[in-house]
């Protein structure tokens, strides 16, 4: 009894500490959107992170396709800096691109075009 008693234990321990790791990348991710969201003037922002450390931030809005390449590369480092300050683990992320992508939609077709710019 008490051999199954502390494997369930383990289990739920194992299971409480992945859900607060988590819950604090949702945290993280979601303070990021609202900051660039801000800062950009814009809704249209997509955040993923793989592996734990490497970030791609996406900002779909067509105000950004007229920008310069230099614009956007500073976009982008803008972007950077403000996801090391927002991370609480400042190690974590070790590689970032921003994607500028200008979706549009027609009928039933839908086309995408996008740049990417290096955020370190």
């Known amino acids: 009894m008490k051999k199954i008693t502390s494997a369930i234990l383990t289990v739920l321990l194992i299971t409480l500490f992945s859900c607060s ?28 992170i793989k592996n734990n450390n490497e970030l791609t931030v996406s900002l ?42 200008d979706e549009a939609n027609y009928g039933i077709v839908k086309t995408s075009d996008s740049e990417t710019f290096q955020m370190y």
């Open 21 to 48: 790791e988590m819950s604090g990348e949702f945290k993280y991710m979601n303070q990021l959107k609202e900051s660039i969201s801000k800062k950009y003037e814009t809704e249209k922002v997509e955040i993923n």
């Open 60 to 101: 779909i809005d067509p105000k950004f396709v007229d920008y310069s390449p230099a614009k956007k590369e500073q976009i982008a480092l803008e972007i950077g800096k403000l996801a090391k300050d927002l991370s609480e683990d400042k190690e974590t992320i070790k590689l970032g691109v921003v994607n500028f992508r």
